[in-house]
């Protein structure tokens, strides 16, 4: 024997969409600002590494004039 309840259960789903993520981790701005930090920070030793090397080693560029030879 079954007996019919008034109270129903209803189940939905949807797609966790990027920018849902960005909405629950904080926000669009801010993440936005966290992804440029994070590339500013990774360029930054590479800059400041190509600038002491070339600091230490005085690099010059030398043009070849054709008219010259």
Sequence with gaps: M???D???DLYSRSVYT?????RDVGGFYNSLFFA???LYS???G???FS???SKLYQIEQVENDD???
Aim: charged share 15%; hydrophobic share 60%; proline share 0%.
């Design 6 to 8: 008034k109270q129903v």
């Design 42 to 44: 990774r360029f930054q």
């Design 36 to 38: 440029g930090l994070l």
């Design 67 to 69: 008219s010259l030879q």
């Design 51 to 53: 600038k002491l090397v």
């Design 18 to 22: 990027i920018m849902g993520v960005l």
């Design 46 to 48: 590479t800059i400041i």
């Design 2 to 4: 079954f007996k019919m």
